[in-house]
C-alpha cells in the first residue's frame, strides 16, 4: 500500500514538471508530503517529513506468553525440570511469592524476583524423580548379604569403619582437595589388648579416643589420595597395636605422677590409716609389720581404701563421700 | 550454581558416606591385610556363625554408565523450545525465522570464539579444565615449518591448506627431493577432495566467493542449498592434481583412486572413466572405493535407462573379476543410481537387496531410502501398486542405525512424503515410532529436513485424523519440534472445520500470531471465512469478536508496521463478527473503515447493520447508514431506505431524507 501511495504521487509530481517549468530530471521520486492519508504511518524508509521530525525505529520486541500456560494439569514434572536448573518464572506453573512485602501489601511476584533465583531449589529431585532415580540406578547395585542383618552382627564382622566424602560442585574442575580425607573408627573392645597395652593405646591416642562409645578414630589427611590416606590409617592402627603391647624399659620408670590411676598401696593415705590404727589400737601388740599385715586384711581397711580409690578416681561427687563417711566411721569405730 | 552444588554435595556427602562405609567395609573384608588380633576375632566367629556370608562381586561400570542411566529417566518436554536456547518467554524463538537467526548466531558465536582461542594460543596456556577438555584448548591453525621438507609438506596437507601443499612440493622436486609415497597419495587426497581450491576455514573471516566442501554446506543449520554452491567446484583441464599425477614416476592404485574419485566428486564423469581405462591398461586393479565413484557416475554417461544398467552390470562384474569385496556404499551406489533407470529399475532394486543380505552387508537407510524413492516416483504413485512401504517399515522397525551414507538423513522424509502421498496413517505412525528408537533421531538430519519431516507427519495427521489426535499431536510437535508454515496452519484449520471444532479458532489465531503468520493473507482471509460462515453460540460468539478485534489491529499495521491490505472479505467478516456479538460501536468504525479503504460492504451486511440498530433503538445510525449506502450507490439503498422509515420512529428531517433517497434511487428511472 505504501508503494502504491508513493506511486500516485509520483505520476502527479511527473505531470506537474513541465508545468512548473523543473528542469530537473523528471524521473525523480517525490516524497510523501503531508498530503498523504493515514498510510503515513507506515512509511518507516522515507522520514516524514511533513508530519515527524524523528525516524520512527522498529517497535520494540514483546514478550510471548510464558509456557506455564501451555503446561497440562498431567504433564511430565520430571521432564521439565529433568536437572539442577535455576528457577525460571515462565517455565514454573507454581503462583510463588517472595521477598519482603511491598508497604501494605504482598510479597513480590515470581515474574522478575531475583530472591527465587539467588536461592537453591530442588525441582528437579521431587519424589517422583528420585523413585525413577532409584529406579535406574538399581542395576549398578549388588544385594546386601542376607546374613549381615543386624548392626551386631555387623560389629561382629566388621568391627573396622572407614568413612570418606565425595564431593560434587559446578565449576571447571571435579577434583576437591577434601576428598582425600578418610576417616578410620574401630572399637577398642575388638581389640586384644590387655591392661597394660590399653593403657598405653590411651595414652598414645589421646583425643582420638571416646571414652562413650568406646571408638577410636583415626582421621588421615596427610596424603594427597585417598588410596594412599586408608593405607597409612590401616597402618597407623597396626602400628598402635604392636606399640601397646610392647614395654620399654623405661617403662619402669614410673612414678606415681605418671600413674593414670590413683592406687592406694604404698600411698600416703594407706600409711596414714595403719599408723593412727597403729596408734589407737594395738599399741605395743606385736612388730610393726605383721600389726600392718593383720590390719590391711581388715575388712573395714577394706572398705575404706575401697572408698578412697574411688574418691581419687572417680572424684567427688555426693554417694562416694557418703561412702568415705561409712567407711572412716567403721575402722575408727565411731 | 555453587550454592545449590554444595546443597546437592551434602545430600550425596550424607548417601555416600553409607554407601562408601558399605563398600569400604567389603574392601577392608576381601584385601587380606588384616591385622593379627582381628583375625583372630574373624576366625572365631567363622566357626560360630550360623550362615556363610556371601559378599557379592562389586560391579564395575565406564565413566558415563551412572550418567547415562540417570537420563534414560527423563522424557520430553513437550511445552519446552529446543534444549540450546534459554528459556525465557523473551528469548525463545517462536517463528522459524527466529530459530534460523537465533541458532546461527549461536553458531557464529562459537565459531569466533574458537577463531580467537586458535588464533592467540599464548593466552590459552593454562588448562583449568579437569578432567581434560581437548576442544577448548587451542588448535594449531598456523604453519609452523617454513623450511622445505616433507615434514613442512605433512603439516600442510593436515592443515588442509591446499595451495601452500601443492607449492611445498614443486619447491621439494625442484631441488630433487624425493617425496615418500605415502605424503604423495595424501597430498592427491587432498588436491582430489578440495578441487585445487582452499577451503574455507571454519570460523574465519569469510569471503565473498565461498566455495566451501560439502561439510561447510552441512554445517550452516537451516541453509537454503542454493544449487549453484553445489556447482561451483569443477574440475578444471589439467588442474594440479592431474599435474602431479603425470609428474609421478610410478602411479600405483591409491594414486588413481584419488584421481578418479575427486574428479567424479566434481563433475568430470568423461575423464574419470578413461583414468580408470587408463589404470586397467597398466594392469593395476581398483579398489572398492573407485567402484564406488564410478558407479555412483555412471547415469551421467549415459542417457538410456538400460544403458546405464549395462554400464552399472559391466562395473560389477570388472569389480568381481579383480576380487573386490563390495562394501555398504557400493550397494547404496548402485541403488542410487538404479533411481534415474525408470522402469527398470524395480527388478534391479530387490535384485541388489538380496545380493547385499547374501553377502551378510544389513542395508542402512540410504539404501532404503533409494528403494522407497525407486518404487514410489512422485508422478505415478496414485497408480502404483506396491506396498513396498509396508515391507520396508517391517523391516527396520525396532532398530536402530548408526549413520553410514551421507544420504541415511533422506530417509525419513521421503518415507514420510511417501507415506503422505498414498494416504496411509498406519505407516505413518511406523515412521515416527523409528524415530523414537534408540538413535534413530540423529537421523533426522538437519533443522531444514526436520522442518520438512515434521510437515509431512502434520498434514497427514490433519488429512486422516481426528481433530482430537490431531491437536494433541499438535501439543506435542508445536513449538518444541517444529515451527509450520502458513500451510501448515490452514491443513489445520481445515482439520477443525471438518470436525466442527471452530470454537477453538481464536487459541489457533494466538498460536498464528506467535508463529508470524499475521502477515500471511490467505491464511487471515480463511480464518476470517470460517469464524463468520455461521452462528455460533453467545459465549464462543463473544471469543470470536474478541480475536475479530485481534485480527484487525494486526491489519492496522500493529507496532508501527503495516502488515496486510484490508479486503472486501476481511472488513466484511470483521464487521459480521462484531456484529452478532453486538458490539456496535466498533463495528459502526469498521463501517468508516470501508469507507477510507474503497471497499463496497455487502447487502446482507448492511441489512444486519440495520437490525442492529433497530434493536438498539439508535434512528440517527439508522439514517446515517442509508446516506452511507448511497454514498456507495449500492442498489440496496431503497430497501434500506424503506425499512429504515418503517422500523423507526425518525424525526421530520430525518424522514425526509429518508424519502429522497428512496425515491431518487426508483430503479424504474
Same mark, same amino acid.
Given at each position: 500500500?505504501?508503494?502504491?501511495?508513493?506511486?500516485?504521487?509520483?505520476?502527479?509530481?511527473?505531470?506537474?514538471?513541465?508545468?512548473?517549468?523543473?528542469?530537473?530530471?523528471?524521473?525523480?521520486?517525490?516524497?510523501?508530503?503531508?498530503?498523504?492519508?493515514?498510510?503515513?504511518?507506515?512509511?518507516?524508509?522515507?522520514?516524514?517529513?511533513?508530519?515527524?521530525?524523528?525516524?520512527?525505529?522498529?517497535?520494540?520486541?514483546?514478550?510471548?506468553?510464558?509456557?506455564?500456560?501451555?503446561?497440562?494439569?498431567?504433564?511430565?514434572?520430571?521432564?521439565?525440570?529433568?536437572?539442577?536448573?535455576?528457577?525460571?518464572?515462565?517455565?514454573?506453573?507454581?503462583?510463588?511469592?517472595?521477598?519482603?512485602?511491598?508497604?501494605?501489601?504482598?510479597?513480590?511476584?515470581?515474574?522478575?524476583?531475583?530472591?527465587?533465583?539467588?536461592?537453591?531449589?530442588?525441582?528437579?529431585?521431587?519424589?517422583?524423580?528420585?523413585?525413577?532415580?532409584?529406579?535406574?540406578?538399581?542395576?549398578?547395585?549388588?544385594?546386601?548379604?542376607?546374613?549381615?542383618?543386624?548392626?551386631?552382627?555387623?560389629?561382629?564382622?566388621?568391627?573396622?569403619?572407614?568413612?570418606?566424602?565425595?564431593?560434587?560442585?559446578?565449576?571447571?574442575?571435579?577434583?576437591?582437595?577434601?576428598?582425600?580425607?578418610?576417616?578410620?573408627?574401630?572399637?577398642?573392645?575388638?581389640?586384644?589388648?590387655?591392661?597394660?597395652?590399653?593403657?598405653?593405646?590411651?595414652?598414645?591416642?589421646?583425643?582420638?579416643?571416646?571414652?562413650?562409645?568406646?571408638?577410636?578414630?583415626?582421621?588421615?589427611?596427610?596424603?594427597?589420595?585417598?588410596?594412599?590416606?586408608?593405607?597409612?590409617?590401616?597402618?597407623?592402627?597396626?602400628?598402635?597395636?604392636?606399640?601397646?603391647?610392647?614395654?620399654?624399659?623405661?617403662?619402669?620408670?614410673?612414678?606415681?605422677?605418671?600413674?593414670?590411676?590413683?592406687?592406694?598401696?604404698?600411698?600416703?593415705?594407706?600409711?596414714?590409716?595403719?599408723?593412727?590404727?597403729?596408734?589407737?589400737?594395738?599399741?605395743?601388740?606385736?612388730?610393726?609389720?605383721?600389726?600392718?599385715?593383720?590390719?590391711?586384711?581388715?575388712?573395714?581397711?577394706?572398705?575404706?581404701?575401697?572408698?578412697?580409690?574411688?574418691?581419687?578416681?572417680?572424684?567427688?561427687?555426693?554417694?562416694?563421700?557418703?561412702?568415705?563417711?561409712?567407711?572412716?566411721?567403721?575402722?575408727?569405730?565411731? | 550454581?555453587?550454592?545449590?552444588?554444595?546443597?546437592?554435595?551434602?545430600?550425596?556427602?550424607?548417601?555416600?558416606?553409607?554407601?562408601?562405609?558399605?563398600?569400604?567395609?567389603?574392601?577392608?573384608?576381601?584385601?587380606?591385610?588384616?591385622?593379627?588380633?582381628?583375625?583372630?576375632?574373624?576366625?572365631?566367629?567363622?566357626?560360630?556363625?550360623?550362615?556363610?556370608?556371601?559378599?557379592?562381586?562389586?560391579? =564395575?561400570?565406564?565413566?558415563?554408565?551412572?550418567?547415562?542411566?540417570?537420563?534414560?529417566?527423563?522424557?520430553?518436554?513437550?511445552?519446552?523450545?529446543?534444549?540450546?536456547?534459554?528459556?525465557?518467554?523473551?528469548?525463545?524463538?517462536?517463528?522459524? @525465522?527466529?530459530?534460523?537467526?537465533?541458532?546461527?548466531?549461536?553458531?557464529?558465536?562459537?565459531?569466533?570464539?574458537?577463531?580467537?582461542?586458535?588464533?592467540?594460543?599464548?593466552?590459552?596456556?593454562?588448562?583449568?579444565?579437569?578432567?581434560?577438555?581437548?576442544?577448548?584448548?587451542?588448535?594449531?591453525?598456523?604453519?609452523?615449518?617454513?623450511?622445505?621438507?616433507?615434514?613442512?609438506?605433512?603439516?600442510?596437507?593436515?592443515?588442509?591448506?591446499?595451495?601452500?601443499?601443492?607449492?611445498?612440493?614443486?619447491?621439494?622436486?625442484?631441488?630433487?627431493?624425493?617425496?615418500?609415497?605415502?605424503?604423495?597419495?595424501?597430498?592427491?587426497?587432498?588436491?582430489?577432495?578440495?578441487?585445487?581450491?582452499? +577451503?574455507?576455514?571454519?570460523?574465519?573471516?569469510?569471503?565473498?566467493?565461498?566455495?566451501?566442501?560439502?561439510?561447510?554446506?552441512?554445517?550452516?543449520?537451516?541453509?537454503?542449498?542454493? @544449487?549453484?554452491?553445489?556447482?561451483?567446484?569443477?574440475?578444471?583441464?589439467?588442474?594440479?592434481?592431474?599435474?602431479?599425477?603425470?609428474?609421478?614416476?610410478?602411479?600405483?592404485?591409491?594414486?588413481?583412486?584419488?584421481?578418479?574419485?575427486?574428479?567424479?566428486?566434481?563433475?568430470?564423469?568423461?575423464?574419470?572413466?578413461?583414468?580408470? =581405462?587408463?589404470?586397467?591398461?597398466?594392469?593395476?586393479?581398483?579398489?572398492?572405493?573407485?567402484?564406488?565413484?564410478?558407479?555412483?557416475?555412471? +547415469?551421467?554417461?549415459?542417457?538410456?535407462?538400460?544403458?546405464?544398467?549395462?554400464?552399472?552390470?559391466?562395473?560389477?562384474?570388472?569389480?568381481?573379476?579383480?576380487?573386490?569385496?563390495?562394501?555398504?556404499?557400493?550397494?547404496?551406489?548402485?541403488?542410487?543410481?538404479?533411481?534415474?533407470?525408470?522402469?527398470?529399475?524395480?527388478?534391479? @532394486?530387490?535384485?541388489?537387496?538380496?545380493?547385499?543380505?547374501?553377502?551378510?552387508?544389513?542395508?542402512?537407510?540410504?539404501?532404503?531410502?533409494?528403494?522407497?524413492?525407486?518404487?514410489?516416483?512422485?508422478?505415478?504413485?496414485?497408480?502404483?501398486?506396491?506396498?513396498?512401504?509396508?515391507?520396508?517399515?517391517?523391516?527396520?522397525?525396532?532398530?536402530?542405525?548408526?549413520?553410514?551414507?551421507?544420504?541415511?538423513?533422506?530417509?525419513?522424509?521421503?518415507?514420510?512424503?511417501?507415506?503422505?502421498?498414498?494416504?496411509?496413517?498406519?505407516?505413518?505412525?511406523?515412521?515416527?515410532?523409528?524415530?523414537?528408537?534408540?538413535?534413530?533421531?540423529?537421523?533426522?538430519?538437519?533443522?531444514?529436513?526436520?522442518?520438512?519431516?515434521?510437515?509431512?507427519?502434520?498434514?497427514?495427521?490433519?488429512?486422516?485424523?481426528?481433530?482430537?489426535?490431531?491437536?494433541?499431536?499438535?501439543?506435542?510437535?508445536?513449538?518444541?519440534?517444529?515451527?509450520?508454515?502458513?500451510?501448515?496452519?490452514?491443513?489445520?484449520?481445515?482439520?477443525?472445520?471438518?470436525?466442527?471444532?471452530?470454537?477453538?479458532?481464536?487459541?489457533?489465531?494466538?498460536?498464528?500470531?506467535?508463529?508470524?503468520?499475521?502477515?500471511?493473507?490467505?491464511?487471515?482471509?480463511?480464518?476470517?471465512?470460517?469464524?463468520?460462515?455461521?452462528?455460533?453460540?453467545?459465549?464462543?460468539?463473544?471469543?470470536?469478536?474478541?480475536?475479530?478485534?485481534?485480527?484487525?489491529?494486526?491489519?492496522?499495521?500493529?507496532?508501527?508496521?503495516?502488515?496486510?491490505?484490508?479486503?472486501?472479505?476481511?472488513?466484511?467478516?470483521?464487521?459480521?463478527?462484531?456484529?452478532?456479538?453486538?458490539?456496535?460501536?466498533?463495528?459502526?468504525?469498521?463501517?468508516?473503515?470501508?469507507?477510507?479503504?474503497?471497499?463496497? +460492504?455487502?447487502?446482507?451486511?448492511?441489512?444486519?447493520?440495520?437490525?442492529?440498530?433497530?434493536?438498539?433503538?439508535? +434512528?440517527?445510525?439508522?439514517?446515517?447508514?442509508?446516506?452511507?449506502?448511497?454514498?456507495?450507490?449500492?442498489?440496496?439503498?431503497?430497501?434500506?431506505?424503506?425499512?429504515?422509515?418503517?422500523?423507526?420512529?425518525?424525526?421530520?428531517?430525518?424522514?425526509?431524507?429518508?424519502?429522497?433517497?428512496?425515491?431518487?434511487?426508483?430503479?424504474?428511472?
Amino acid at each position: 500500500m505504501a508503494a502504491h501511495t508513493s506511486k500516485a504521487f509520483l505520476s502527479l509530481g511527473r505531470i506537474n514538471g513541465p508545468g512548473l517549468g523543473f528542469h530537473n530530471s523528471l524521473t525523480r521520486v517525490t516524497y510523501a508530503t503531508a498530503l498523504s492519508t493515514t498510510n503515513s504511518t507506515g512509511n518507516k524508509g522515507f522520514p516524514d517529513r511533513g508530519n515527524r521530525g524523528a525516524f520512527v525505529r522498529k517497535p520494540r520486541r514483546e514478550a510471548g506468553e510464558p509456557r506455564t500456560e501451555k503446561m497440562a494439569v498431567n504433564q511430565d514434572w520430571t521432564a521439565v525440570y529433568s536437572a539442577a536448573a535455576p528457577f525460571k518464572p515462565g517455565s514454573v506453573p507454581l503462583p510463588v511469592r517472595m521477598g519482603y512485602p511491598v508497604k501494605g501489601g504482598v510479597p513480590p511476584e515470581k515474574k522478575g524476583n531475583l530472591e527465587l533465583i539467588k536461592i537453591p531449589n530442588f525441582l528437579h529431585l521431587t519424589p517422583a524423580a528420585i523413585k525413577k532415580h532409584c529406579e535406574a540406578l538399581k542395576p549398578f547395585c549388588t544385594e546386601w548379604p542376607s546374613a549381615l542383618d543386624t548392626e551386631a552382627t555387623l560389629d561382629e564382622h566388621f568391627p573396622i569403619k572407614l568413612e570418606s566424602t565425595d564431593y560434587i560442585s559446578a565449576g571447571t574442575s571435579v577434583r576437591n582437595p577434601s576428598a582425600r580425607i578418610v576417616h578410620l573408627k574401630v572399637k577398642l573392645s575388638r581389640l586384644n589388648l590387655d591392661d597394660h597395652a590399653r593403657k598405653k593405646m590411651l595414652r598414645l591416642v589421646g583425643d582420638r579416643y571416646c571414652k562413650d562409645t568406646d571408638i577410636l578414630t583415626i582421621r588421615a589427611d596427610s596424603c594427597p589420595l585417598r588410596q594412599q590416606n586408608y593405607e597409612y590409617a590401616m597402618y597407623l592402627l597396626t602400628v598402635l597395636y604392636h606399640e601397646s603391647w610392647k614395654t620399654e624399659s623405661w617403662e619402669a620408670e614410673r612414678t606415681a605422677a605418671d600413674m593414670d590411676e590413683y592406687s592406694w598401696e604404698d600411698s600416703p593415705s594407706q600409711k596414714n590409716i595403719l599408723d593412727t590404727l597403729a596408734h589407737m589400737k594395738m599399741a605395743g601388740e606385736g612388730e610393726g609389720e605383721a600389726v600392718r599385715e593383720e590390719l590391711l586384711g581388715r575388712p573395714e581397711v577394706q572398705e575404706y581404701r575401697d572408698s578412697v580409690m574411688r574418691l581419687k578416681n572417680e572424684g567427688e561427687s555426693e554417694s562416694s563421700m557418703h561412702q568415705y563417711r561409712e567407711a572412716v566411721k567403721k575402722v575408727l569405730n565411731l | 550454581m555453587a550454592a545449590p552444588g554444595r546443597h546437592v554435595g551434602h545430600y550425596i556427602h550424607k548417601n555416600s558416606r553409607f554407601l562408601l562405609n558399605n563398600v569400604e567395609q567389603l574392601w577392608w573384608h576381601r584385601s587380606f591385610g588384616w591385622s593379627p588380633a582381628v583375625r583372630q576375632q574373624t576366625a572365631t566367629i567363622k566357626k560360630e556363625s550360623t550362615e556363610a556370608i556371601v559378599i557379592p562381586k562389586k560391579k =564395575t561400570w565406564s565413566k558415563e554408565a551412572v550418567l547415562e542411566a540417570l537420563s534414560s529417566t527423563v522424557n520430553r518436554d513437550h511445552t519446552a523450545y529446543q534444549y540450546q536456547f534459554q528459556d525465557d518467554p523473551y528469548l525463545s524463538p517462536r517463528t522459524s @525465522a527466529e530459530f534460523k537467526l537465533y541458532s546461527l548466531s549461536q553458531e557464529s558465536g562459537r565459531a569466533a570464539a574458537k577463531y580467537f582461542v586458535d588464533n592467540n594460543p599464548k593466552f590459552f596456556t593454562k588448562d583449568f579444565a579437569e578432567p581434560h577438555i581437548p576442544c577448548l584448548m587451542p588448535e594449531s591453525v598456523s604453519l609452523r615449518l617454513e623450511d622445505v621438507s616433507e615434514e613442512a609438506l605433512k603439516e600442510r596437507i593436515s592443515l588442509r591448506k591446499v595451495k601452500a601443499a601443492v607449492d611445498m612440493y614443486d619447491q621439494l622436486l625442484q631441488a630433487g627431493t624425493a617425496v615418500s609415497m605415502e605424503t604423495t597419495h595424501d597430498l592427491l587426497d587432498v588436491i582430489s577432495l578440495y578441487c585445487d581450491r582452499d +577451503p574455507v576455514q571454519e570460523g574465519g573471516p569469510e569471503t565473498e566467493d565461498t566455495e566451501g566442501s560439502g561439510e561447510e554446506l552441512g554445517r550452516r543449520r537451516g541453509r537454503v542449498r542454493r @544449487a549453484s554452491d553445489l556447482l561451483k567446484s569443477v574440475w578444471r583441464e589439467n588442474n594440479n592434481a592431474e599435474r602431479i599425477f603425470n609428474l609421478l614416476p610410478e602411479r600405483d592404485a591409491q594414486c588413481y583412486s584419488a584421481l578418479i574419485r575427486g574428479m567424479v566428486k566434481h563433475g568430470a564423469y568423461v575423464k574419470a572413466f578413461n583414468t580408470y =581405462t587408463d589404470m586397467l591398461n597398466n594392469r593395476l586393479t581398483a579398489d572398492v572405493h573407485i567402484f564406488n565413484a564410478l558407479i555412483s557416475a555412471a +547415469p551421467e554417461l549415459r542417457e538410456k535407462y538400460n544403458e546405464r544398467w549395462d554400464l552399472i552390470s559391466e562395473l560389477l562384474n570388472q569389480m568381481g573379476e579383480q576380487k573386490i569385496q563390495p562394501n555398504l556404499l557400493t550397494f547404496n551406489s548402485v541403488l542410487k543410481a538404479l533411481r534415474r533407470c525408470g522402469s527398470l529399475a524395480k527388478t534391479h @532394486a530387490l535384485q541388489t537387496l538380496s545380493e547385499m543380505r547374501a553377502l551378510g552387508i544389513a542395508p542402512s537407510l540410504a539404501s532404503f531410502d533409494h528403494v522407497l524413492g525407486i518404487f514410489y516416483k512422485a508422478a505415478t504413485i496414485t497408480q502404483s501398486q506396491t506396498d513396498i512401504l509396508q515391507e520396508v517399515m517391517s523391516e527396520v522397525a525396532g532398530t536402530s542405525f548408526t549413520c553410514q551414507d551421507p544420504d541415511d538423513v533422506l530417509f525419513f522424509s521421503n518415507a514420510m512424503r511417501v507415506c503422505l502421498d498414498t494416504k496411509d496413517m498406519e505407516q505413518g505412525y511406523k515412521v515416527h515410532s523409528l524415530v523414537g528408537v534408540g538413535e534413530n533421531w540423529r537421523l533426522l538430519g538437519d533443522s531444514y529436513q526436520q522442518s520438512i519431516y515434521y510437515g509431512r507427519f502434520f498434514n497427514l495427521l490433519c488429512m486422516m485424523e481426528h481433530i482430537d489426535v490431531v491437536l494433541k499431536w499438535y501439543r506435542q510437535l508445536i513449538p518444541s519440534l517444529y515451527y509450520p508454515n502458513a500451510q501448515g496452519m490452514r491443513d489445520l484449520l481445515q482439520a477443525l472445520d471438518t470436525d466442527g471444532r471452530l470454537d477453538l479458532l481464536p487459541t489457533i489465531w494466538k498460536d498464528v500470531r506467535s508463529l508470524g503468520h499475521y502477515n500471511k493473507s490467505d491464511l487471515v482471509d480463511e480464518l476470517l471465512a470460517l469464524m463468520a460462515r455461521e452462528k455460533h453460540s453467545p459465549e464462543v460468539q463473544e471469543s470470536f469478536a474478541a480475536c475479530a478485534l485481534d485480527v484487525k489491529s494486526v491489519f492496522e499495521g500493529d507496532r508501527g508496521r503495516p502488515s496486510l491490505e484490508w479486503s472486501t472479505s476481511s472488513l466484511s467478516h470483521i464487521t459480521a463478527l462484531l456484529l452478532r456479538a453486538n458490539r456496535s460501536q466498533q463495528a459502526w468504525e469498521m463501517l468508516h473503515l470501508f469507507k477510507t479503504k474503497n471497499r463496497i +460492504p455487502s447487502d446482507v451486511l448492511l441489512e444486519d447493520f440495520l437490525s442492529m440498530c433497530g434493536s438498539t433503538g439508535a +434512528p440517527e445510525r439508522a439514517v446515517e447508514l442509508v446516506q452511507l449506502s448511497a454514498a456507495f450507490c449500492l442498489p440496496a439503498t431503497p430497501r434500506l431506505a424503506q425499512r429504515a422509515l418503517a422500523e423507526f420512529d425518525l424525526t421530520e428531517e430525518q424522514r425526509t431524507i429518508l424519502s429522497e433517497l428512496q425515491s431518487s434511487w426508483d430503479p424504474t428511472e
